[in-house]
């Protein structure tokens, strides 16, 4: 799906350190702990790619990984609570957020937001800064397996009117498990589709 290699290029700790932005590109953008990691080993179908933990604050920096020979796809760190020192939290919240609103490259942000909790007022707080920068931004639903179907209604409708609020959303909501693997297939496609 994606001509070429899957690989991890490098992790970025300042603006002055993103590659040239010279390639089509998508991030992956949530919460401490949604998953965000994860889904990007599911979606490359490699294990450990991108590091993934139980401790929220894991990924503390950029990381990009190079899908094909045209194309980036960037782990963020989360934002929200974080098991580290303030003042390095801190640094990689004033990071994601240049970065957010100042990648000329960056084609679509995927916003990940875990089912058994929905929209919280920190991803508004984010996809309003979307809003205003004018990146387009679509919702993720992270860790499906975590919840029962009949839960997936009340899930939708929350995420949705949510959603209505922001003009950078597009509205197609995916629903995935990178457990289980629901959705990584459409998500996939998704993505090699951004053109
Ligand atoms: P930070 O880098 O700390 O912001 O976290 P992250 O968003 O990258 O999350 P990560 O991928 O590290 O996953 C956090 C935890 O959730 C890990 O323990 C994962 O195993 C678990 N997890 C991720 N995706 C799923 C899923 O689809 N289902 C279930 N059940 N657990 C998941
Ligand atoms: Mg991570």
């Not at 960056?106 to 990940?112: G, P, Q, S």
């Not at 909790?117 to 860790?143: R, W, Y």
């Amino acid at each position: 799906l994606f001509a070429g290699e899957v690989d991890f290029l490098k992790g970025v700790v300042a603006m002055s350190g993103l590659p040239a932005d010279d390639r089509i590109e998508v991030c992956f953008a949530g919460r401490s702990n949604v998953g965000k990691s994860s889904l990007i080993n599911a979606i490359t179908g490699r294990k450990a790619l991108a590091r993934a933990s139980n401790t929220p604050g894991r990924t503390q920096e950029i990381n990009y990984f190079t899908l094909g020979e045209e194309r980036y796809l960037v782990d963020l760190p989360g934002y929200g609570y974080a098991n580290a020192p303030v003042n390095v939290v801190e640094k990689w919240q004033a990071l994601l957020k240049q970065y957010l609103s100042g990648r000329a490259s960056l084609r679509r942000a995927f916003v990940l937001v875990d089912s058994r909790h929905g929209i919280k007022t920190v991803d508004e707080e984010i996809m309003t800064l979307l809003d205003k920068s004018a990146v387009a931004f679509q919702v993720v639903l992270t860790k499906a397996d975590k919840i029962k179907p009949s839960q997936y209604d009340g899930l939708l409708a929350q995420v949705r009117e949510k959603l209505a609020k922001h003009p950078a959303a597009y509205p197609e909501l995916v629903l995935t498990s990178s457990e289980k693997g629901d959705g990584i297939a459409t998500l996939r496609s998704i993505i090699a589709g951004i053109g």
